[in-house]
């Protein structure tokens, strides 16, 4: 066991608090639906950018590069100045939804380089122009352009050519559980001398301007000494810490107040507002705050010229506890030599590859998805009702945004998909999210799943929570499956089963199943509906508003999903029986929901307008309208791929374990058999297992010459979303109203969604990721006997499991660099190949060009697409 194993052994066994203290501020706290208190329920309008240096937050914080306390009382971030912009850069900027051309999107350059699962070291980098940052550029380029143009970023302005930037670096150690040494390196990239004020800025959340805190917290100055001075934060109940820093040029001290004489015309109480920093630096007026020595809101001032290529180091410390001595002296260095090669050995135990190349994808990966760490907090029957200090919410509220969600009362640290784009969580990404982050740290992963199925998160009736701008909205039921994930990975590593974590777990689920049941198969067919089910723009029309024509939409990917949470839920049943014998009752319920899930998606009979195409080869939605039509929506996307991830290998020697299972099973296939019922479960003579599987072989076949087609889904970075076909649009008229939709590769081309995601026709992690895991589950049962071309028309026969690691391969790949240092993920931008201090950089985007292999979306979402570092481990073993 290596140091970082020791404090994670530590803190899970209640032994230590090593995770009290982490990267758990948000990128961006404006613009949310929990900071939105407006009639229009618009937060982008409510709470824009503009305010946030001036406006106190009610529910977290914002910063750079920042940590805080597990609770979010006490934050730390940076806030920076390149004396040529007319704010401090105090926090990330990016465009609102309604001023991007493809909604929402950061416009900073910032990277995740290091992080262990304790975050007893981590490293931050941020990229800051020496020109004056081009504001008012991106917004009224981003305004100008349209969907079918690309997004203006903060590279296409050209601001970082010629080296004329800062590197910012933060680094953080734990000398202890709440002892955290901090290092700040400021790196000169250009040629020329260029100026650069600092304010590593320590501060306390508002909480007193609600009425949550009786007495205010206070950060006081401390008596100098020779070299560095110190300031005494005393918080009530929190306790009291003790921040130290190098001896700086200056001393500043405000409140964390809103200035609502600029905002609101007020007068202010007191003139030490929350921007007063603003004032006294970027304005210069020093004498603003002169004198004041205690406030809620504490910087240290360093001002520097930094020669071309030249480096300065700025060295704080926060702790618990007073210290007996100087504070950064040689072990204060010493410390981040260790706590660095601690971590290198750490992630050197968990990979399995040994390529250097692949090491640093998955490692800047693995970073990425413990820097996204996020405190989130919403209490939804006070977000109602509002607070005893500011006036109440406007009555739209009553009958408004998440109303119906009066038991949802959220305040924990959790893994988001972006803490700028997405800061507030999503939970069928949480699910891909925990089977990255179980290759770290095991226990936050088991955590994380059963914190979404207790009673603060889940509906009353069983419904997970979607995500804040509406929790009500309906996701893939994919929980079960991050639940069995990570129960499997933890007991391959560790060697013995965690049957309390899968217990507590399938008991909660029962319910969130059973609520899948009654509310999405309406017609009690075993035919799903669901809506967007996470798939944003995938259908030619919106499917989760009125369907066109009055009808309903029978979904093929809805129906999928729940006879893969069928299978999910038998799984866990079947591994649960092994040491609880009633787990066996539940099983077989579980089975034979399954048998008659895959009957209905399967069946054909006469004049029956069915799910599946003989004739073309494919899955499709099914449109039922009123006068009893049915009419198969023939677009060939991932809606008819899912069907591929139903599938689960019963082992012999398992279920022979198992006798009321297994006769229960044996007698059904008879009855079946006898009836002349449709065959959905596969078994012979050669192979004693028994294969599961919503799709039957040989319409397995015709679908991988579909998947492996490059004519259609078989991209150069993985499987597309959308087939490749549909270059050529795909119409359909419902009552006179024709809808269309075609192959887009890239961005959306529509707002259907926020314009923000795309999924006809990019390559996603998520999808791909449960397809390579289907392969090698139906490979398991087949074994050599099943080869396909690969891909098709290629006369190259590979096995499933082959196919699979081609496809892991494709979309490692869009990671790596070439001969010429190139990775695809950057696009056509060249300054990631010619800057040496841009070669090495990894940005985890949300979705991926079809064709080019570009990163789009949300560029930090680590999220799920950190799974990227698991599936480096899978190719290599």
Not at 380 to 392: A, N
Not at 758 to 784: D, H, M, T
């Amino acid at each position: 066991m290596n140091a970082e194993q020791q404090r994670l052994t530590e803190n899970y066994a209640g032994k230590g608090k090593w995770l009290k203290w982490g990267p758990y501020l948000s990128e961006r706290q404006w613009g949310t639906v929990r900071e939105d208190y407006s009639e229009d329920a618009n937060p982008w309008t409510y709470f824009p950018h503009d305010h946030a240096r001036s406006r106190a937050y009610r529910w977290g914080e914002d910063g750079i590069a920042g940590i805080s306390d597990s609770r979010q009382r006490i934050c730390f971030a940076l806030a920076l100045w390149n004396h040529h912009d007319a704010i401090l850069k105090e926090r990330l900027f990016g465009l609102s939804g309604h001023e991007g051309n493809h909604g929402e999107d950061v416009k900073e350059l910032y990277y995740y380089l290091d992080s262990t699962p304790t975050h007893s070291y981590m490293k931050h980098l941020y990229k800051y122009p020496q020109e004056a940052f081009p504001y008012e550029k991106l917004l009224r380029e981003n305004l100008s352009r349209g969907y079918y143009d690309s997004e203006y970023e903060l590279l296409d302005t050209g601001i970082f050519q010629d080296g004329k930037y800062f590197d910012v670096f933060t680094e953080y150690a734990k000398a202890s559980e709440e002892d955290i040494c901090i290092r700040i390196t400021l790196c000169n990239r250009g040629k020329e001398p260029a100026p650069l004020t600092l304010l590593p800025t320590l501060w306390c959340r508002n909480l007193w301007s609600f009425g949550l805190l009786p007495q205010k917290p206070v950060i006081t100055l401390s008596p100098p000494a020779a070299n560095y001075g110190s300031a005494m934060l005393q918080y009530p109940k929190v306790g009291n810490y003790v921040f130290y820093f190098e001896a700086p040029e200056d001393l500043l001290f405000t409140e964390n107040d809103t200035n609502t004489a600029l905002l609101f015309g007020f007068p202010n109480p007191s003139p030490y507002v929350k921007d007063a920093f603003h004032t006294a630096v970027v304005g210069n007026r020093p004498e603003l705050l002169q004198g004041n020595t205690a406030g809620t809101k504490f910087a240290p001032l360093y001002r520097f010229v930094l020669e071309g290529g030249e480096e300065k180091v700025v060295r704080l410390r926060l702790r618990k506890e007073v210290l007996e001595g100087e504070p950064f002296r040689e072990p204060f260095e010493a410390l981040f030599r260790q706590r660095i090669s601690e971590a290198d050995s750490f992630y050197l135990g968990i990979t399995t590859c040994r390529d250097k190349e692949e090491q640093l994808i998955q490692r800047q990966a693995l970073a990425g998805m413990l820097w996204n760490k996020q405190y989130y907090n919403l209490d939804i029957p006070r977000w109602l009702s509002g607070d005893p200090g500011p006036p109440p919410p406007p009555l739209s509220r009553v009958d408004g945004r998440n109303s119906r969600w009066h038991t949802l009362n959220n305040e924990d640290i959790i893994s988001m998909p972006d803490k700028w784009e997405y800061p507030w969580y999503a939970a069928w990404d949480l699910a891909f999210h925990c089977v990255a982050l179980a290759m770290v740290d095991v226990d936050f992963a088991k955590n994380q799943l059963i914190l979404f199925l207790r009673e603060w998160y889940m509906h009353p009736n069983g419904q997970l929570p979607a995500y804040e701008w509406s929790f009500g909205d309906v996701n893939p039921p994919v929980h079960a499956w991050g639940c069995l994930q990570v129960y499997r990975m933890d007991k391959e590593r560790n060697g013995k089963a965690d049957y309390q974590f899968l217990e507590r777990a399938f008991h909660k689920l029962l319910i969130n199943f059973t609520w899948w049941v009654n509310r999405k198969d309406r017609q009690g067919n075993n035919i799903f509906e669901g809506g967007f089910l996470g798939l944003d723009n995938i259908g030619v029309f919106d499917r989760s508003e009125q369907i066109p024509g009055g009808g309903t939409l029978e979904q093929a990917d809805g129906t999928a999903w729940m006879a893969m949470y069928s299978l999910n839920m038998l799984e866990m049943a079947l591994e649960l029986s092994q040491y609880n014998k009633s787990y066996e009752d539940v099983a077989t319920k579980f089975f034979e929901h399954f048998i008659y899930i895959t009957e209905s998606l399967n069946q054909i009979r006469e004049n029956w307008a069915g799910s599946w195409s003989e004739e073309e080869g494919f899955f499709y939605d099914v449109l039922s309208l009123p006068d009893g039509s049915k009419t198969p929506i023939k677009i060939r996307s991932l809606v008819g791929l899912t069907t591929l991830f139903a599938v689960l290998v019963l082992k012999k020697e398992l279920v022979e374990q198992l006798p009321d299972f297994y006769g229960r099973l044996k007698w059904f296939k008879k009855y079946r058999r006898q009836n002349n019922a449709y065959r959905v479960i596969e078994d012979n003579e050669e192979n004693e297992d028994i294969l599961l599987s919503l799709v039957p072989r040989k319409r397995l076949e015709k679908l991988m010459e579909a998947l492996l087609s490059e004519k259609e889904f078989l991209a150069p970075g993985g499987i597309r979303s959308l087939s490749k076909i549909h270059v050529k649009p795909y119409e359909l008229a419902v009552n006179g109203e024709v809808f269309s939709l075609d192959y887009q590769p890239g961005e959306a081309t529509s707002p259907l969604f926020g314009g923000n995601s795309n999924w006809r026709g990019p390559v996603w992690f998520p999808v791909n990721y449960l397809l390579i895991q289907s392969l090698e589950k139906y490979c398991a049962y087949f074994g050599g006997t099943c080869k396909v071309e690969y891909p098709t028309d290629s006369g190259n026969l590979l096995s499933l499991s082959e196919v699979a690691r081609e496809l892991s391969k494709r979309l490692i790949s869009i990671f790596k660099a070439d001969v010429s240092g190139h990775r695809r993920i950057h696009g056509l931008n060249d300054l990631y190949t010619r800057d040496p201090h841009f070669r090495d950089l990894l940005l985890f985007y949300e979705y991926f060009h079809g064709d080019t292999c570009k990163g789009l979306g949300a560029s930090h979402q680590t999220g799920w697409t950190g799974l990227v570092a698991e599936l480096i481990n899978r190719t290599h073993t």
